[in-house]
């Protein structure tokens, strides 16, 4: 299957995903990555140049979990700057359509897991063990 996203949403997930792993080394600011989720973002960034293709559940899960750590953190990175200035502030605009864009991504990921799954108890019968054998083509 593949996950359409327009240049604001590459652009958003690409400058949070550097953010976060900024974060990681050295430059703190956002929210603190636990391990498996820095390694889930640092496996995202090269795959977003483009529409992502995403071929397992498995894989949909991963991707899933990375863009809702990024939003987790971009969320978090907006509520700071808009104590720490105030709404109309230039960055606190810039974090919230970041968040937007990325908020919008996790949801049609969400919907793709959603119809991967039913696919998937469709075809086997609810076998859980099945899903990692189902690939999704483009």
Do not use: W
């Not at 949070?16 to 900024?22: C, H, L, Q, T, Y």
């Not at 978090?76 to 359509?97: C, G, K, M, W």
């Not at 968040?99 to 039913?118: C, F, I, K, N, P």
């Amino acid at each position: 299957m593949i996950l359409h996203c327009n240049f604001e949403e590459l652009r958003a997930l690409t400058a949070a995903s550097e953010m976060i792993v900024g974060d990681a080394h050295g430059h703190p600011g956002g929210v603190a990555a636990q391990p498996e989720a820095l390694v889930m973002v640092e496996q995202l960034l090269p795959r977003l140049t483009g529409d992502v293709s995403i071929e397992t559940l498995d894989d949909q899960r991963r991707v899933q979990k990375a863009v809702s750590f990024i939003c987790h953190d971009l969320h978090h990175r907006l509520d700071e700057q808009i104590i720490a200035t105030n709404p109309a502030n230039e960055d606190a605009v810039s974090l919230y359509f970041d968040y937007g864009h990325s908020r919008t991504v996790l949801y049609r990921l969400d919907q793709m897991g959603a119809e991967m799954e039913a696919i998937i108890d469709l075809i086997h019968g609810g076998s859980a063990a099945a899903a990692g054998s189902v690939t999704f083509p483009d």
